[in-house]
């Protein structure tokens, strides 16, 4: 089982709204952190959104904050970005990632080297 696989990317004006998913596989749910990173081509991944899977406590990025919402759903095993407000500077490929070893939020849940699984990345565009 693929354990992390994103859907819902695709093509939406500037000022439009979005929700990308990701399905978590089961043997890598219920604990740790989940986030949202996304890259555009020559830049390092940066993070969108966090969110630690006890708690629901969460974290953005400061180019999100405000118009982006990180949520979870725990019965279905998927976690959800909805991006609202969207403007061309938000294109990129989305990933998302756990990070099962990670006890809090903080500084270290923007370093993508502490995530041990990614999907495979879903393409956001947004024409202006």
């Known amino acids: 089982q693929v354990p992390l696989v994103e859907s819902g990317g695709g093509l939406v004006q500037t000022g439009g709204s979005l929700r990308i998913s990701c399905t978590i596989s089961s043997r890598i749910q219920g604990f740790g952190t989940m986030a949202w990173f996304r890259q555009v081509p020559g830049n390092e991944r940066e993070l969108v959104a966090a969110?630690?899977?006890?708690?629901?406590?969460?974290l953005y990025g400061d180019s999100v904050k405000g118009r982006f919402t990180i949520s979870r759903d725990t019965n279905k095993g998927t976690m959800y970005l909805q991006m609202n407000v969207l403007n061309p500077e938000d294109t990129a490929v989305y990933y998302c990632?756990?990070?099962?070893?990670?006890?809090?939020?903080?500084?270290?849940?923007?370093?993508?080297?502490?995530?041990?699984?990614w999907g495979q990345g879903t393409q956001v565009t947004v024409s202006s």
């Open positions: 990632a756990v990070d099962q070893t990670s006890m809090m939020l903080g500084s270290a849940s923007s370093n993508s080297q502490n995530y041990g699984y």
């Open positions: 969110l630690r899977w006890v708690g629901g406590n969460t």
